[in-house]
């Protein structure tokens, strides 16, 4: 079955969305930033941004072939700091994000993934409940960026390896591990498919893997990674670490037109029990009741 997955989040709100642009409230800060998937015209007037945002992005001219995220700056309109933390609040689960305006327009955190920490947070606790487990279980984030499942993950008791090419971005992780009072997260600085080929011929099994892929990106030694060109390769050997009895699994595509039938389909060929499985779309609704798609998943699970 094909769904639409909108998360709530009490410190995080989409305003307005329209023109190419989405006007968001983090915590206290409401942020303006460029949204390629916003085609449809903004409900409220140019004006009413200006006056509502705390800081605008522009882009600049320019990207490298292989780093095609959008550059530029930030006019900081109302002298906010420019870093700042905003809580995540769920069920028992109290969690903490470093936040920060960056060069690239993201600022550290996709709400829109809220729907799959809510899905990571359901399955560990059934894991952790059905008493098949020996130990805690385990868990393997991929592309792992600032840490959201990761933290979710180790919150709901398990043994969490976080991979990610980029040292920076494992900095900003550990520091939203320290302010959300977690420990003993394993920390991986590498290119992913390097990783888990390694983990394939070392007979490794994870519990949960959870898979955040660019569209391109580069590994740390310059690996060039390309997603239609990686994805088949790097399912393939993620599903051969995936505990065959007891786990979940969650494939997240951000590349504009990549189909989670995709997914499904490479998932299907290699892994023989796919159970309680979801595809669909990752969407965040702003105030006018306007959807905003942000990516495909395809997601399955043991329980």
Not at 45 to 73: M, V
Not at 175 to 202: P, Q
Request: hydrophobic letters at 40%; charged letters at 25%.
């Amino acid at each position: 079955m094909y769904k639409l997955l909108t998360p709530h989040i009490n410190s995080y709100e989409l305003l307005d969305s329209g023109n190419f642009e989405k006007l968001e409230r983090f915590g206290d800060f409401i942020l303006a930033r460029p949204e390629p998937q916003a085609v449809w015209d903004k409900s409220l007037s140019e004006d009413i941004w200006q006056k509502k945002a705390s800081a605008i992005f522009r882009k600049t001219k320019g990207r490298d072939q292989l780093s095609p995220e959008e550059r530029g700056e930030w006019h900081n309109l109302k002298k906010m700091p420019e870093k700042w933390f905003m809580n995540y609040i769920q069920n028992d689960i109290n969690l903490k994000f470093k936040l920060s305006l960056s060069s690239f327009k993201h600022v550290g955190i996709f709400p829109e993934q809220a729907a799959n920490w809510q899905f990571i947070e359901e399955k560990l606790s059934m894991m952790n409940a059905s008493g098949n487990l020996q130990e805690k279980p385990k868990v393997l984030n991929l592309f792992a960026y600032t840490g959201g499942a990761s933290l979710i993950s180790k919150a709901c008791g398990a043994d969490i390896t976080h991979v990610d090419a980029v040292k920076q971005v494992i900095s900003w992780s550990r520091e939203n591990m320290e302010a959300s009072n977690l420990t003993d997260i394993r920390w991986v600085v590498e290119d992913a498919l390097k990783f888990v080929k390694r983990e394939v011929k070392r007979g490794k099994k994870y519990n949960g893997i959870i898979l955040d892929p660019p569209a391109y990106g580069r590994g740390p030694d310059g690996e060039k990674w390309v997603l239609e060109e990686g994805i088949n390769e790097l399912l393939k050997n993620c599903l051969a670490l995936l505990d065959e009895q007891n786990h979940f699994f969650i494939l997240n595509l951000y590349s504009m037109g990549f189909s989670a039938i995709i997914a499904e389909t490479i998932i299907n060929q290699n892994f023989q029990e796919v159970k309680k499985s979801e595809m669909g779309e990752l969407v965040l609704q702003d105030s006018f009741n306007k959807k905003l798609p942000l990516g495909v998943f395809y997601r399955f699970s043991s329980h």
